[in-house]
């Protein structure tokens, strides 16, 4: 089975950066793709402006870190479009400033985990009747280089001189393994899991980033989400339990 067979698509967090991004990308190669957001006017209205580019985008509600709102989605899709062929694990938050370990509020670090680990997981299990039921389905969870552990700890690395955080590097290195734990699970089904580090995009999402580091970011979403649409693409004898970015394997 090739790349031609994947017709459909959810995306979430797709009303805006990278996740639109990886929407809008998806859209274009002619797939049916379903616009997740938490907020039903941005989900529309990001539906809206695929739809008039010419694309079938198609919002729907989605709160990842609500089992009810996941499993909503989930019948919303089935009655929709009777499949799901990509699924693109894109809502992510950062939970604000950064938290260092010896003084983090518990409480933040406990909503990033809900949001980019947790939420994951609703939405993925939510999901998989209708994966099973794709001849070639894709699961790309959309995680950060600075879940590398390998850069983290490398002298030569900018990610080395990054001040420690409890909250969100910590919830992407646990995604990443939680990628690695689907695609075992996953691997007799033949659904490709993959894990997909965008890079540093000049989004709303990196302005705390952009303040803690003092780094000038000038790539793009369209640019982040390329790997993230190269993944959800993959033929069947493409990788599965890995982590890449624009230029391969990043390192754990």
Same mark, same amino acid.
């Given at each position: 089975?090739?790349?031609?067979?994947?017709?459909?698509?959810?995306?979430?967090?797709?009303?805006?950066?990278?996740?639109?991004?990886?929407?809008?990308?998806?859209?274009?190669?002619?797939?049916?793709?379903?616009?997740?957001?938490?907020?039903?006017?941005?989900?529309?209205?990001?539906?809206?402006?695929?739809? #008039?580019?010419?694309?079938?985008?198609?919002?729907?509600?989605?709160?990842?870190?609500?089992?009810?709102?996941?499993?909503?989605?989930?019948?919303?899709? &089935?009655?929709?479009?009777?499949?799901?062929?990509?699924?693109?694990?894109?809502?992510?938050?950062?939970?604000? &400033?950064?938290?260092?370990?010896?003084?983090?509020?518990?409480?933040?670090?406990?909503?990033?985990?809900?949001?980019?680990?947790?939420?994951?997981?609703?939405?993925?299990?939510?999901?998989?009747?209708?994966?099973?039921?794709?001849?070639?389905?894709?699961?790309?969870?959309?995680?950060?280089?600075?879940?590398?552990? #390998?850069?983290?700890?490398?002298?030569?690395?900018?990610?080395?001189?990054?001040?420690?955080?409890?909250?969100?590097?910590?919830?992407?290195?646990?995604?990443?393994?939680?990628?690695?734990?689907?695609?075992?699970?996953?691997?007799?089904?033949?659904?490709?899991?993959?894990?997909?580090?965008?890079?540093?995009?000049?989004?709303?999402?990196?302005?705390?980033?952009?303040?803690?580091?003092?780094? #000038?970011?000038?790539?793009?979403?369209?640019?982040?989400?390329?790997?993230?649409?190269?993944?959800?693409?993959?033929?069947?004898?493409?990788?599965?339990?890995?982590?890449?970015?624009?230029?391969?394997?990043?390192?754990?």
């Amino acid at each position: 089975m090739d790349a031609s067979t994947i017709t459909t698509a959810l995306v979430t967090g797709a009303n805006k950066g990278i996740g639109r991004a990886v929407a809008e990308g998806l859209a274009g190669r002619g797939m049916t793709v379903f616009i997740g957001a938490r907020d039903p006017d941005l989900g529309a209205k990001a539906a809206a402006s695929l739809r #008039t580019a010419g694309h079938d985008a198609r919002a729907v509600v989605l709160d990842v870190t609500d089992p009810a709102s996941a499993g909503a989605a989930a019948r919303e899709v &089935a009655s929709s479009a009777g499949r799901l062929d990509v699924l693109v694990n894109n809502a992510g938050v950062s939970g604000g &400033a950064l938290h260092p370990p010896d003084e983090a509020d518990l409480d933040v670090v406990r909503r990033v985990f809900d949001t980019n680990l947790f939420g994951v997981i609703r939405v993925t299990n939510a999901m998989l009747p209708l994966l099973r039921e794709s001849p070639a389905a894709r699961i790309v969870n959309v995680s950060s280089g600075t879940a590398s552990m #390998t850069h983290m700890t490398d002298p030569g690395h900018y990610f080395r001189d990054l001040p420690g955080s409890a909250a969100y590097p910590a919830s992407k290195a646990a995604l990443n393994m939680l990628t690695i734990q689907y695609a075992k699970r996953l691997r007799a089904a033949r659904i490709l899991v993959n894990a997909a580090a965008p890079g540093a995009c000049a989004t709303d999402f990196t302005a705390e980033f952009t303040r803690a580091t003092g780094r #000038t970011i000038t790539r793009t979403a369209e640019q982040g989400a390329a790997i993230a649409i190269r993944l959800a693409t993959l033929d069947d004898d493409g990788p599965t339990g890995g982590f890449f970015d624009d230029d391969g394997p990043v390192p754990w």
